[in-house]
């Protein structure tokens, strides 16, 4: 789908404020940064995840999609022991 | 196995993860079928899965389990190698690949599973176009950790901007920035510019006459009637992506 602009006023930008995202200093730039990654076959979505989150020491990195979910609540084999009195 | 496409957003990108979440996907899928079965009816039935479909979510699946519609875009088969068959699929966001396979060996009558799958797209992301692996984004970090090196690391990293290729654009004046940030609806007069396009209930992105993304709103007029109109509410905000105080304060009176 083609889009087109419509100018509906004149307005300038102050430079001192904000900047294009192709001049953002690296630490800002992995702020506000994105990986289109290539998802390897075993580890789950989540998994790749925080693995990125790790490598990059950042504190949150999520994903989009989830491609392979692991089991939702418990893990496999796990069996939860009955509640004691 | 599943390989592909998934995107990461890092820090605060995260809060554009809904701008792709619900965008259409495309697989290329290994199927495994459990009998012979002629490839010229295998094609056959393959083609009757496009359009409309009805699927009950996976036992293992993080949804309620109801029948659910989604729609198939287009199924191209590939290769037909004695039982197995590979197609390429693209698909609503939504879909379970290896629920599909299932009904399609129901559908032949002869049973089918998934065997591989790979993701090929995700909305605005691509195999084709700055596709990393988990090494290559490694390696980046080392290069910048030990010897400094920006480059790869911007390669690697893409600015958030791009998670928002298909949604429509306004673009909005310095002095409203802030208040957007703050969680405040679009007015008209703080438009500068907008995509065409644009329809009530619809997403669309509120971006910087710098081209940086400020947050993600729900449009409440269409492109014609912003247009026409002199006042009124443009978008609603639903979430912020800038940094409150990237821009000064400009509303609200006498400042602190």
């Not at chain 1, 075993?42 to 504190?59: F, H, M």
């Not at chain 2, 701008?19 to 495994?32: H, P």
């Not at chain 2, 039982?83 to 693209?90: E, G, K, M, S, T």
Request: hydrophobic content about 35%.
């Amino acid at each position: 789908m083609k889009r087109e602009l419509e100018i509906l006023a004149q307005a300038e930008t102050d430079k001192r404020y904000g900047t294009p995202p192709s001049e953002r200093p690296i630490s800002e730039h992995i702020r506000l940064g994105m990986i289109n990654l290539n998802k390897p076959p075993n580890p789950s979505s989540n998994e790749v995840a925080s693995w990125v989150r790790k490598v990059l020491g950042v504190k949150h990195a999520g994903h989009g999609g989830t491609l392979e979910a692991k089991r939702p609540g418990r893990s496999n084999g796990y069996r939860r022991t009955p509640r004691s009195a | 196995m599943v390989t592909g496409v998934l995107p990461v957003a890092l820090e605060d990108a995260t809060k554009a993860i809904q701008a792709f979440l619900f965008s259409g996907k495309e697989y290329v899928c290994l199927m495994q079928l459990h009998e012979d079965v002629d490839p010229e009816r295998t094609k056959t039935i393959l083609n009757e899965f496009t359009g409309e479909i009805y699927q009950r979510p996976p036992l293992r699946a993080s949804v309620k389990r109801e029948v659910r519609k989604r729609t198939i875009y287009k199924i191209d088969l590939l290769e037909v190698e004695s039982r197995r068959v590979l197609f390429r699929v693209a698909c609503q966001a939504g879909t379970y690949i290896r629920k599909l396979c299932s009904d399609i060996g129901e559908a032949l009558g002869c049973g089918a599973h998934m065997r591989e799958l790979r993701r090929t797209r995700a909305g605005p992301f691509t195999e084709d176009e700055n596709h990393y692996t988990l090494q290559e984004v490694q390696e980046a970090k080392r290069l910048y950790d030990e010897e400094g090196r920006e480059g790869n690391l911007r390669e690697v990293i893409r600015p958030v901007e791009e998670a928002f290729k298909y949604i429509p654009k306004i673009y909005i004046r310095d002095s409203a920035v802030d208040a957007i940030c703050h969680g405040a609806e679009l007015a008209i007069p703080g438009i500068v510019k907008l995509e065409t396009g644009i329809k009530p209930g619809g997403a669309v992105a509120i971006y910087t006459l710098k081209d940086e993304v400020v947050a993600l709103a729900e449009a409440q007029l269409s492109t014609e009637n912003v247009i026409d109109a002199e006042r009124g509410i443009a978008a609603k905000t639903r979430r912020v992506v800038m940094k409150l105080g990237t821009y000064p304060r400009e509303w609200g009176g006498r400042q602190r």
